[in-house]
């Protein structure tokens, strides 16, 4: 089992940037990727980002390509995801999930990871 916490979500204004982080715990050493959703209001949770925890190759959903970076700290076995120039439009729970069943499903989809956290509310105001 593994146990998943975030933490660093908040209300922030529109270009703001902010910084998430996951702490993950238990079994650990199986993770073979982690990755953040995220679940807006009256919207299906969806793919944000992912990394595979060995070779550290990341992917980015399309919307968040070139200001949201995920990285990890295996030292802290913490996930980060940094936010930057952030729109209303992100405004959102995020979730951070593990998997450690290897590429069976997709990294950008729900069934790709079978721990997930509590989430963090992400709100940014115009």
């Known amino acids: 089992q593994v146990q998943l916490v975030e933490s660093g979500g908040g209300l922030v204004q529109a270009g703001d940037s902010l910084r998430l982080s996951c702490a993950a715990s238990?079994?650990?050493?199986?993770?073979?990727?982690m990755g953040w959703f995220r679940q807006a209001p009256g919207k299906e949770r969806e793919f944000v980002a992912a990394?595979?925890?060995?070779?550290?190759?990341?992917y980015y959903a399309g919307s968040v390509e070139g200001r949201f970076t995920i990285s990890k700290e295996n030292a802290k076995n913490t996930l980060y995801l940094q936010m930057n120039s952030l729109l209303v439009e992100d405004t959102a729970v995020y979730y951070c999930?593990?998997?450690?069943?290897?590429?069976?499903?997709?990294?950008?989809?729900?069934?790709?990871?079978?721990?997930w956290g509590q989430g963090t509310q992400v709100t940014v105001s115009s």
């Open positions: 999930a593990a998997d450690s069943r290897g590429p069976y499903y997709s990294l950008r989809y729900d069934r790709g990871y079978d721990y």
């Open positions: 238990g079994r650990t050493s199986s993770t073979y990727r």
């Open positions: 990394i595979k925890w060995s070779t550290d190759a990341t």
